[in-house]
């Protein structure tokens, strides 16, 4: 276990390895909860939503014929690979 140091504003910075392990990444939340003892538990943030807030997630403002399925394939792979 290694140690972190506190700044003169109160912050702590986590390392990589941290918030590697934590699964977190830049914009990610993490939540803190204070313990007895003056522990506290660090957790990545998972937003829970509800299963309404999924509907009209596939409507699109794309005018024109629907993709195709080789279409949606390749727009796919690209997500996955990064790229938009």
Known sequence: ??????????????R???????GVHPGDKISIEKLPGGRVEVKAARPAGKISDTFGILKTK???????????????????????
């Open 1 to 14: 276990m290694g140690t972190l140091t506190v700044t003169a504003k109160g912050q702590v910075t986590l």
């Open 16 to 22: 990589k390895d941290l918030l590697e392990h934590l």
């Open 62 to 84: 794309r005018k024109g014929p629907p993709l195709s399925i080789e279409e949606m394939n390749e727009v796919i792979a690209r997500g996955w690979a990064g790229k938009r």
